[in-house]
């Protein structure tokens, strides 16, 4: 089998260029990689469309196989795809990058609204200074406890 053979048994009727673009990866070889590992196998043995079909076919092809010819088909159609390729990840990029500035602008908060979380903090923490917490009433409560025990042995001591 020739390397467009491989590829029309393994990749069926994708284009070059949308094969590389599902990837989202500029390197052929891991593309490739990535596309035989979604392939089903037995004891490596790649399968072509059916499990069926793989073992009724004359021959077997291992990953390795399979992968070297998809690698080698994607060599010999390189300007088909790589422009192509190229634009689909600046695309992304642009992309990717306009989330990140609208999400990183939500984030941030307006002026207006950091003055009022100001104003709202410092009168939640002047409240809290006035008010004991209600931990202070206990502490003393235990001190006190501590210090009763400590008397009464001493009284048992003395006596």
């Not at 020739?2 to 260029?17: M, R």
Request: net charge negative; glycine share 4%; aromatic share 6%.
């Amino acid at each position: 089998m020739k390397p467009i053979d491989f590829w029309k048994t393994f990749v069926g009727d994708d284009t070059v260029s949308a094969f590389m673009c599902a990837g989202n990866t500029p390197d052929p070889n891991r593309r490739v990689e990535q596309h035989v590992a979604e392939l089903g196998t037995v004891y490596g043995i790649v399968r072509q469309n059916s499990w069926q079909d793989t073992f009724s076919a004359p021959q077997q092809y291992p990953r390795a196989v399979v992968a070297a010819n998809l690698q080698a088909h994607l060599q010999e159609t390189r300007e088909e795809w790589e422009a192509v390729l190229h634009d689909h990840l600046a695309q992304n990029q642009a992309e990717q990058e306009q989330k990140q500035a609208s999400i990183n602008s939500a984030d941030t908060p307006s002026a207006a609204d950091t003055a009022e979380d100001t104003e709202d903090s410092l009168g939640a923490d002047d409240a809290m200074a006035e008010e004991p917490s209600s931990l202070e009433h206990v502490v003393p409560e235990e001190k006190n406890i501590e210090a009763a025990s400590v008397e009464a042995d001493v009284e048992t001591d003395a006596t």
